[in-house]
């Protein structure tokens, strides 16, 4: 039964899944405090390199490298948020260049690429991966067992994130400041909220998120690095967030239900159930989907209606006059 | 008298001892202006005091400084006798002073309650983990309090715009403002609603609050104030109580010269034939919702019609759709007889229709744009060679122009964006002006302008009347519609009222605010 195509889909939804929710949630946090990051594909392929790079020349105990190479990875996601943030936040550039030239300055032709070669990191097996956490004796458990007990512990990190997040932005006070500041930054000005730091802050902690995203594809799910391994999961990810109307919990459906998508070629590949040039489209699909929802949101009316905080890509001048 | 701490001295006092607010000899320059030239300003506890001024005289940037949002170059600014200085709007607020923005502060899609705990540092909003509905009771007693009701669970951008301002006052009296700064606030209001507001804020004077009221109009002040300061081009001309003013005096203050508001006296136009028809007409928002719903209007040749009502009733789509600008659902717009082709524009300006926008620099000008080549964007084709412009032709006409209607401050080449809005509404008004006139639409062409400014539209509009053109002037300033109109009407809810020959201010004001409607019937009154 845990072998049928349905649970095996829905299993590796989460799996697959699991980088588009980390990487979304990032986007989240940037989006509800008024930055659009389109960066996220290129924080993720820095994070990809770098958190692979940790694993395979650090040498410690599998554990603590693994912990350490999520903390680079994050560390290296901050590292470019803190470009866009800048470009953004301080000297106020228009956020989607801003963005997009930070994904082809560090995307498949660019600076990952030229990490991970000059590093020789391509085509080696990881030497630590994340594995399922619990015992097996839970996994073998009818359908819950792979889909929720078979997990890494990455899984299970990105659900306590999606419940902290959901909680910081719903009940507390800075989560209240921050969407201030997403939705009308010169309200939350005149009340004594630091726009910059918010903003600033939000942007990092995106970045970070993004790249703990792509390490989580290299070390946990291929596991291993090739250029350009996350292969638009960075571009899915600024869709999921619109595809979630901007919430948390919505997010984590989206990002299973894009993961299914991606899974779905390869499974039925492995099964070889052979649907002819099906395969192509499969293969497509997420993609496909991503375009559906961006165009969909290109519209302004329809971003406001899906509730996309109101001051999203615009910089805050306070004496603008 | 001895003022127990707590209790209120009484209203209209003169300046006590220790006045509320002392700015003293404030400057501030923008590039290429001087916004504030020394200013000294006071204003006691427990007064309402106006701030009168044209428009760049300087009032809105004094109270952004009073209120955090500038900083003064020099000066000293004291709050209830304690020096202070203020480097954002929080340190003011911390203070006591707020102030109501002509553009509100809050976030439309916060509720009310979240908005009134946003940036709280002492009461429900003081905590990490946040309760909005804490703050409920609180909003209602306030509303209660001070006539100020609004459901605390609203999401502010669900609320009329003289709802939010009600959220924007509560803001204030939940930060327990000592002094409360309001720009221009009636601006956005109906007649009633304003006589509310001045309620209001009566009570929060009588506590020993101070109450900044920002205004340009001569009537508001003389009914809501104790005191008025006059600005004139950056600089206090003078302080006087109100009941020792009057409103020519004020406005004599303001201008700095005597000067007279051209109005029409009744019977003054001469009778024509009919320029302007409009039956049946019917045209949607930009939302896509009916904004009119079967507008009928007759317009004689050197008529004026003036049409009154609230924003957003659906005078900027029947001005619209005069223009060309807006096709129409149903009916259609005559001039002189013959049907204009539906959502045409230059259709319309040829057949003699010409428009003045209410938003003169987004629809008006195009501010990037010289003043030489927004006189003539309508005009282009007219004087062209092939693709190529006349650049000389076009420059001596933006001189004759500029010459003729007084455009102060331009030369043709000016970036229109960088003129005062009298003088953008000159630009404007050059350019419609020009050619021949059957029909001039102007839509609220005096908003946000000065009293001089106000007087030479005015004038243009009466000497577009008298050379025998059908006006139509919509308006939601009621002293403009009163001085002008040889008929009114009132629009509402996309509905003209039946146009009247003559009808009294309060008959306006109610047909404003839509209370010429039946009363409700039965089954309505069950559900009430």
Redesign the interface.
């Known amino acids: 039964m845990n072998n049928s195509l349905a649970v095996v889909l829905i299993a590796s939804g989460v799996a697959y899944g699991t980088p588009l929710l980390f990487a979304a949630l990032g986007e989240l946090l940037a989006e509800r405090s008024g930055v659009l990051n389109l960066g996220v594909e290129g924080m993720m392929l820095v994070g990809a390199v770098m958190g692979f790079w940790t694993v395979e020349r650090v040498h410690v105990p599998g554990g603590l490298a693994l912990a350490l190479a999520m903390l680079v990875a994050a560390l290296a996601g901050t590292v470019m948020a803190s470009i866009h943030a800048f470009l953004v936040v301080t000297l106020r550039a228009n956020q989607i260049v801003s963005g997009l030239a930070l994904t082809i300055f560090a995307g498949a032709a660019g600076l990952s690429s030229y990490l991970g070669n000059d590093l020789n990191l391509a085509d080696l097996p990881a030497r630590h991966t994340f594995g399922p956490l619990l015992p097996k004796a839970l996994q073998k458990l009818p359908i819950v067992g792979p889909v929720l007990f078979g997990q890494n512990i990455l899984v299970y990190l990105s659900w306590v994130l999606v419940v902290v997040i959901g909680l910081y932005l719903s009940r507390t006070r800075p989560g209240l400041n921050v969407r201030a500041v997403g939705e009308s930054p010169a309200a939350a000005d005149t009340m004594g909220i630091n726009v910059t730091a918010y903003r600033y802050a939000h942007t990092l902690a995106g970045g970070a998120l993004a790249g703990v995203g792509g390490a989580t594809i290299t070390l946990a799910l291929t596991p291993q690095w090739v250029s350009g391994i996350t292969g638009g999961s960075g571009w899915i990810a600024v869709a999921l967030v619109i595809f979630a109307f901007w919430r948390p919990a919505l997010c984590l459906v989206g990002a299973y239900f894009f993961g299914a998508l991606q899974a779905v070629a390869p499974e039925l590949q492995a099964r070889s159930i052979s649907l002819g040039p099906t395969v192509l489209w499969t293969g497509a699909l997420p993609y496909l989907m991503t375009v559906l929802v961006l165009v969909v949101a290109a519209s302004g009316t329809a971003r406001r209606r899906l509730g996309a905080p109101g001051a999203l890509g615009t910089p805050y001048i306070r004496e603008a006059r | 008298m001895s003022t127990v701490p707590g209790q209120a001295p009484a209203a209209a006092t003169p300046p006590a001892t220790m006045p509320a607010v002392a700015m003293k000899a404030i400057t501030k320059r923008?590039p290429g202006v001087v916004a504030n030239d020394r200013v000294d300003f006071e204003a006691a506890p427990g007064e309402i005091h106006a701030l009168l001024g044209e428009n760049g005289a300087g009032k809105t940037t004094l109270c952004q400084i009073l209120s955090g949002?500038?900083r003064a170059e020099e000066g000293e600014i004291s709050v209830l006798g304690r020096p202070v200085s203020f480097a954002?709007?929080?340190d003011a607020?911390?203070a006591g002073v707020c102030m109501v923005h002509q553009?509100?502060?809050?976030?439309?899609?916060?509720t009310v309650a979240?908005?009134l705990?946003?940036?709280d540092?002492r009461g429900a909003?003081r905590?990490?983990?946040?309760?909005p509905d804490a703050v409920d009771s609180q909003v209602r007693e306030l509303g209660e309090r001070y006539r100020l009701p609004v459901d605390p669970r609203a999401q502010v951008w669900q609320l009329s715009v003289g709802e939010q301002q009600r959220v924007e006052i509560l803001k204030a009296l939940y930060q327990d403002a000592r002094v409360l700064v309001l720009d221009e606030p009636t601006a956005v209001l109906t007649p009633n609603e304003a006589e509310n507001l001045f309620a209001t804020l009566r009570d929060i004077a009588r506590e020993g609050r101070t109450v900044i009221f920002i205004s340009h109009k001569l009537n508001e002040v003389k009914a809501v104030s104790d005191r008025v300061t006059v600005l004139r081009a950056g600089r206090n001309v003078g302080t006087v109580r109100t009941d020792q003013a009057t409103a020519q005096s004020l406005a004599t203050m303001m201008v700095g010269r005597d000067f007279e508001a051209p109005t029409r006296a009744p019977g003054e136009r001469t009778k024509g034939a009919a320029m302007l028809q409009i039956s049946d007409l019917w045209a949607q928002s930009d939302r896509g919702l009916p904004a009119l719903k079967g507008v009928s209007l007759q317009v004689q040749a050197g008529e004026i019609v003036a049409v009154a009502g609230v924003a957003g009733n659906g005078q900027r789509e029947l001005a619209e759709t005069i223009a060309g600008l807006r096709a129409a659902t149903q009916g259609k717009v005559q001039v002189g007889g013959a049907s204009l082709k539906d959502g045409d524009p230059r259709a319309a300006f040829a057949a003699g229709v010409r428009y003045i926008p209410e938003d003169r620099l987004g629809t008006g000008v195009s501010p990037n744009l010289s003043v030489a080549t927004n006189l003539e964007l309508r005009s282009f084709r007219d004087g062209s060679v092939g693709p190529f412009l006349r650049l000389r032709r076009m420059k001596q006409a933006a001189e004759q122009a500029i010459s003729r209607f007084d455009i102060r401050g331009a030369a043709p080449g000016t970036r229109a964006g960088l003129l005062s809005g009298g003088n953008v509404q000159k630009v404007v008004i050059a350019r419609e002006f020009a050619g021949a006139m059957k029909v001039l639409v102007a839509a609220s062409p005096t908003r946000g302008l000065d009293v001089a400014a106000v007087a030479m539209v005015h004038s243009y509009l009466l000497e577009a009347a008298a050379n025998g053109a059908a006006v139509v002037l919509l308006s939601e300033d009621l002293g403009e519609v009163m001085s002008l109109n040889d008929r009114i009407a009132v629009m509402y809810e996309g509905q003209l009222s039946e146009v009247q020959d003559r009808q009294s201010l309060e008959e306006i004001a109610m047909r404003m605010a839509g209370s010429h409607l039946p009363p409700p019937g039965p089954v309505a009154e069950m559900l009430l």
């Open positions: 923008f949002l500038y954002s709007p929080r607020i911390d553009h509100f502060h809050l976030v439309g899609r916060f979240e908005n705990v946003l940036g540092r909003g905590h990490f983990h946040i309760r």
